[in-house]
């Protein structure tokens, strides 16, 4: 039997024995709690799951051309031999080379978002922490407006987001190594060294957008508000490739994340080696971001307003935040992005927009609840 405790405002569970007075095993108000918190786990994924494929299913069937929601999945399944081929082939066309890549990367991208702000958040044991601390998405907003300034066709098109990939890595690793002192990163050292390296950055990328001629300059802009529009199966392999091998490195270090939640302290007596964590941790946020941002530009607040909100539903701990912030990130940029390329008709808004007018005010409505009632951000 386990239960909960509460150790530096992190409720955690661990295995207890509870017994009565005669040494029977009875029911008590912290396994009953405990009961609940499992339910609601159970729904809360069931929820997800239910949600992004209904998501999903609408992206795929609204736009210029209707599609229905049969013709939809008759699509997918026939590529895998469970039914027969949809008929027209301007449906088949509009899914397969349009639609379905774009939101395949959007579930990419925002599974991948999410679980680096929950990992940045755990690291840095901080509820208001998320990949931009460390200077990622400034870092790769400069690789990217130099790239579109200087070189925007090179390697067959692709010198845009790899420069901003490398670029988004190159100022995380500069943050990290700039704070350390005595073998060691301290986490307000990371922070603040992370807000200067982003103060630079910005206006490196002021200077570029500064320079840049008329056409560059508003795909500079147009980059920084984050979009889906031209994806593509290759872009959805290079992000999925990262994703697949960094999303299951987040879950497998769930349990040591979960630990350094008893602090830093603790977590060093119980055998934690808490400065390598910490590196592979920040490392794998920033890969993460880094490979999210390359193609659909800066997308802000998903890696902050997700692990929120699920933290609410099912608790604190990683091994179930981590894979819930997965499918809570990829239905916000779905449904984001759904109502960007459809809200005014033939035109594709930034979906960074929605992303921020959903993610703020859910942000002050999480504060305020929290300040009214005395307490902390979970």
Request: proline letters at 6%; charged letters at 10%; aromatic letters at 6%.
């Amino acid at each position: 039997m386990s239960a909960a405790t509460d150790v530096g405002g992190h409720p955690l569970e661990i295995a207890l024995p509870m017994r009565g007075r005669d040494g029977d095993a009875e029911p008590s108000a912290a396994s009953a709690g405990l009961r609940r918190r499992r339910r609601r786990r159970l729904i809360t994924f069931g929820m997800l799951v239910a949600c992004v494929l209904v998501l999903v299913t609408v992206s795929a069937c609204v736009g210029q051309y209707p599609v229905s929601a049969s013709d939809v999945w008759r699509a997918l399944a026939s590529r895998i031999g469970l039914a027969k081929p949809v008929d027209d082939p301007v449906v088949i066309a509009a899914l397969w080379n349009i639609r379905f890549p774009r939101i395949v990367l959007g579930l990419l991208i925002g599974a991948s978002l999410a679980v680096a702000g929950t990992v940045m958040q755990a690291v840095f044991s901080n509820p208001l922490a998320e990949p931009g601390i460390i200077g990622v998405s400034s870092g790769s907003a400069v690789g990217a407006s130099v790239a579109i300034v200087l070189v925007p066709h090179a390697l067959g098109g692709f010198s845009v987001p790899l420069a901003a990939f490398c670029s988004g890595l190159f100022a995380a690793m500069t943050v990290y190594l700039l704070s350390r002192s005595g073998g060691r990163a301290d986490v307000l050292t990371l922070v603040l060294v992370g807000i200067a390296i982003t103060a630079v950055c910005t206006a490196l990328t002021s200077i570029a957008t500064y320079l840049a001629p008329t056409a560059a300059r508003d795909q500079i802009v147009f980059w920084q508000m984050g979009s889906l529009g031209g994806a593509t199966w290759m872009q959805v392999a290079i992000v999925g490739a990262i994703a697949l091998v960094a999303l299951p490195c987040a879950v497998l270090l769930s349990p040591s994340l979960d630990t350094l939640a008893l602090g830093e302290s603790a977590a060093g007596h119980v055998g934690l080696n808490v400065g390598r964590l910490r590196l592979v941790a920040i490392a794998l946020s920033a890969l993460l971001t880094a490979a999210a941002v390359s193609y659909a530009g800066v997308i802000a607040f998903v890696g902050l307003i997700v692990p929120h909100v699920l933290r609410l539903a099912i608790g604190p701990l990683n091994r179930f935040l981590i894979p819930a912030t997965m499918l809570g990130g990829a239905a916000l940029i779905t449904l984001s992005d759904t109502v960007a390329r459809t809200l005014i008709p033939f035109a594709d808004l930034p979906i960074g927009i929605f992303t921020a007018l959903v993610g703020g005010p859910t942000f002050f409505i999480l504060l305020r609840t929290k300040l009214r009632g005395g307490g902390r951000m979970p």
